[in-house]
């Protein structure tokens, strides 16, 4: 039985590149966009053009990059945001204009200021004009985890029935529960999409530390789009993860039997680039991609990791790229083991260049406990503090140095 296919539409160069502190300029964005295809997402949006030029340039620069993804842009339903959103499309390969307007009361009532009736209108209006402009139409109906139901509806049949082909249902301030939005998806497929050639998306954020689990339920209840982002950055507590999306799905297939083009090797190498580019490094126990997601600490844990992994391991770090390596580098060892586990992480160095960066790794090996591939990477930086990413651990006299991404 061939599986459903679930898309994955990654917004880590609009939603994620939205937190503070964690902007891109564009040759970043680029290159984060190449990764992204790389690693087999099916949508990526770049960007959302009318709130600045650097977005515009951005989702320009990406669409003429990226030619086997589709590139989306965002927009409000205003006549110059979508225009906007177009011509920064222009010379996509696979364009798609993302449009969004609130749908709940409260949003309505003070941010907008309209009336819903207004508000059917220029879904309308925005989608018919994106329609125009383009093939494919997003539409978001923002905060509508808190908006009636029956006007939510009402709205979203509104987008399909101007040419909306996908439909989004955001939790946009992180506040349903799994079970709440699986019925709020299953309401929405009965009652707007029915048999239509229409997909429902999803786009959770985490304030309450539910965002996969939330879309994971709505894929259950017939969502076959999920919006997310690498390392889960995003608004405020951030968007659903994609690594743990695809894990959840590739690791617990028996449960929810879909697929997405993912390759999964290359998830930890795109979580790396990411960090590396917004100068942010991933929390140690984050799931699926953070340095001690494969470590073993407990002494029985690490003998029953070493005689089968699977007595700890529900998937192996390979399946998600990181570097498979039993290598103990402390600071015994010598500058050839150093270079060689510079060599597996991607860099090669001239013998001049690994003594420099072996001195650095001795010093710190003499004040840390374990040297993660974090530690090594940092040392390569000139002017990067360690204390920065890892803070500095007591060395135990005579024990190894375990590396992180060992396994054991
Ligand atoms: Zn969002």
């Known amino acids: 039985m061939t599986k459903e296919r679930i898309a994955v539409f990654d917004t880590t160069l609009r939603d994620g590149e939205q937190s503070p502190g964690f902007s891109m300029n564009l040759e970043e964005k680029v290159r984060m966009a190449r990764q992204l295809e790389a690693l087999g997402v099916d949508v990526i949006e770049a960007g959302f053009p009318i709130s600045s ?41 696979r364009p798609r204009i993302h449009t969004f ?34 093939e494919e139409v997003e539409f978001s109906a923002e905060d509508a985890t808190r908006s009636d139901i029956d006007y ?18 955001p939790d946009t301030v992180g506040y349903t529960m799994p079970v709440e939005f699986s019925r709020l998806v299953r309401r929405v497929r009965e009652q707007v999409v029915g048999d239509r050639n229409v ?45 743990e999306i695809a894990m959840a799905l590739k690791v617990r297939a028996d449960q929810l039997p879909f697929e997405t083009a993912i390759r999964t090797e290359q998830l930890y190498p795109t979580s790396q680039l990411l960090s590396s580019l ?24 690490q003998h029953g990791v070493l005689s089968n992994p699977l007595c700890y391991e529900i998937m192996t770090p390979e399946s998600v790229g990181v570097p498979a390596n039993n290598l103990v ?25 690994v003594d420099v960066v072996y001195a650095r790794f001795t010093s710190l090996a003499d004040r840390k406990k374990r040297i993660y591939d974090q530690d090594l990477i940092a040392l390569l930086q000139a002017g990067t503090v360690v204390h920065e990413v890892l803070p500095a651990e007591t060395a135990t006299a005579g024990k190894g140095w375990v590396h992180a991404a060992s396994g054991v």
Do not use: W
């Not at 951005?58 to 177009?86: I, K, Q």
């Open 53 to 93: 030029e650097g977005d515009f340039a951005a989702v320009s620069a990406v669409a003429a990059e990226c030619r086997t993804v589709t590139v989306a842009a965002l927009c409000r339903t205003a006549e110059p945001d979508v225009r906007r959103a177009a011509a920064a499309l222009k010379h996509a390969a």
């Open 101 to 134: 307007v609130a749908t709940s009361d409260l949003h309505l009532e003070y941010k907008l200021k309209k009336t819903r009736a207004e508000v059917l209108e220029m879904t309308r209006q925005a989608v018919t004009l994106a329609r125009e402009c383009v």
């Open 152 to 169: 939510l509806c009402e709205v979203f049949a509104t987008a399909i029935a101007a040419g909306a082909t996908i439909i989004n249902v």
């Open 199 to 243: 997909t429902i998306s999803v786009h959770c954020h985490d304030d309450l530390g539910l965002a996969v689990a939330n879309s994971l339920a709505a894929i259950d209840a017939g969502a076959r789009q999920v919006e997310c982002t690498i390392n889960g950055i995003g608004e405020r507590a951030g968007n659903a993860s994609l690594e």
């Open 278 to 301: 917004i100068a942010c490094p991933v929390q140690p126990n984050k799931a699926i991609v953070g340095r001690n997601a494969f470590a073993h600490e407990a002494g029985i844990h």
């Open 329 to 353: 580098l402390g600071k015994h060892s010598g500058r050839h083991a150093l270079a060689m586990r510079y060599e597996d992480l991607g860099y090669a160095m001239q013998p001049d260049e």
